[in-house]
C-alpha cells in the first residue's frame, strides 16, 4: 500500500496518507463474494489499531464512511464492472485516504491485545461490528482469516457447524462424548436398521450384543422402535382370511417417520427460506 507519512505536530497527529487505489486493490485482494463484504473487511483492517484516540477513531469513521458512499456510487454507476469502474474513475482513485496513527510513547496503562482482553472488552471492542453487520458477514469473514492464517480445518469446522441449526449441538456431544471417553452408543433405531440390513435373528442379535452390552441396546428396545415404525393398531383389522388397513394412517406415520429421518435437512431449509 503505498503511504506517505506526515507529522502535524502533536504526539497523536501522525497519519498514513494512501491513494484510494491501494485501498481498493486490497479490497479486490480478499476472495470474497460482493462490495459490502469487501467493505466490512477493508473497514477491519483500518481499525485494527487498537490505540487510537477517540478523536482520532471519530477521524477514521468519517473519513471511511465518505469513501464507502462514493465508492458505493461509483461502483454502481459502472454496471459493477472492474474495467469499467477503473476507467470512468482513475483520477478519483488516485486521491487521498488519511489514515491516523499514533506514537509508541503513550502515556498511562499500556493497551492489551484482543486476546488478552477480558469478555467484556472484547465485547464493547466487537459491539459496532456485531451491531451493523451481519451474522453471515461475520462468519464468512471469520473462515476466510482461518483459512489464510493456515487453519484450514477450523475454517471447515466452522462452515459445518454453521450450515445447519442442529450441526452445531451434534459436533457438541461428540466433543463432550470424546473428552470424557466414551464410546458412542447405538441409538435403538440404529440397531433395528442393522437387524433388518442383516437379517438377524432375536438369538443373532443377542449373541452380538453381548459383545459389547454398553454399545449395543437390548431387544426390548428394538421392538419399541419397530413399534413406532407401524400405524396405530386400530386402524389395522386382522383376520384368518384378511389383513386390511386404512391408507390415511399409513401415509401419516410415513411422513412422520421421514420428516424425523430429514430433520436436519428441513430445518436448514427452514432457515435458508423461513418456510417448509
Known amino acids: 500500500?503505498?503511504?506517505e507519512t506526515t507529522d502535524l505536530g502533536c504526539t497523536s497527529g501522525l497519519r498514513i496518507i494512501v491513494t484510494r487505489k491501494s485501498l481498493f486493490d486490497k479490497m479486490k485482494n480478499e476472495n470474497l463474494r460482493n462490495l459490502e463484504e469487501k467493505l466490512c473487511f477493508l473497514r477491519d483492517h483500518l481499525f485494527t489499531q487498537d490505540n487510537f484516540t477517540e478523536r482520532q477513531l471519530n477521524k477514521l469513521e468519517h473519513n471511511?464512511?465518505?469513501f464507502k458512499s462514493e465508492i458505493k456510487q461509483r461502483w454502481i454507476k459502472s454496471h459493477k464492472k472492474e474495467k469499467v469502474f477503473l476507467k470512468n474513475n482513475h483520477l478519483w482513485l488516485e486521491g487521498t485516504f488519511?489514515?491516523?496513527?499514533?506514537t509508541t510513547n503513550r502515556q498511562g496503562r499500556p493497551r492489551k491485545?484482543?486476546?488478552?482482553?477480558?469478555?467484556?472488552?472484547?465485547?464493547?471492542?466487537?459491539?459496532?461490528?456485531r451491531s451493523n453487520v451481519e451474522d453471515g458477514v461475520i462468519v464468512?469473514?471469520?473462515q476466510v482469516e482461518l483459512r489464510k492464517s493456515g487453519?484450514?480445518?477450523?475454517?471447515?469446522?466452522?462452515?459445518?457447524?454453521?450450515?445447519s441449526p442442529t450441526r452445531a449441538t451434534k459436533y457438541k456431544k461428540a466433543f463432550d462424548t470424546s473428552k470424557c471417553g466414551k464410546s458412542s452408543r447405538l441409538t435403538p433405531m440404529q440397531a433395528l436398521k442393522m437387524f433388518i440390513d442383516a437379517d438377524l435373528t432375536r438369538g443373532q442379535?443377542?449373541?452380538?450384543?453381548?459383545?459389547?452390552?454398553?454399545?449395543?441396546?437390548?431387544?426390548?428396545?428394538?421392538?419399541?422402535?419397530?413399534?413406532?415404525?407401524?400405524?396405530?393398531?386400530?386402524?389395522s383389522t386382522v383376520t384368518s382370511t384378511c389383513a386390511?388397513?386404512?391408507?390415511?394412517p399409513l401415509i401419516d406415520i410415513t411422513i412422520k417417520r421421514l420428516s424425523e429421518f430429514l430433520e436436519e435437512v428441513l430445518l436448514t431449509k427452514k432457515s435458508k427460506s423461513g418456510t417448509l
Request: aromatic share 8%; proline share 6%.
Open 151 to 163: 487453519k484450514r480445518d477450523a475454517s471447515r469446522v466452522l462452515q459445518d457447524i454453521t450450515s
Open 244 to 248: 386390511e388397513t386404512q391408507l390415511q
Open 64 to 66: 471511511f464512511t465518505h
Open 98 to 102: 488519511e489514515i491516523p496513527v499514533t
Open 1 to 3: 500500500m503505498d503511504s
Open 113 to 129: 491485545s484482543f486476546g488478552e482482553s477480558s469478555e467484556r472488552s472484547k465485547r464493547r471492542k466487537t459491539e459496532e461490528i
Open 205 to 235: 442379535y443377542e449373541v452380538i450384543r453381548n459383545t459389547n452390552k454398553k454399545f449395543f441396546p437390548c431387544y426390548r428396545l428394538i421392538q419399541e422402535a419397530k413399534k413406532k415404525c407401524y400405524p396405530p393398531p386400530e386402524t
Open 140 to 142: 464468512h469473514a471469520v
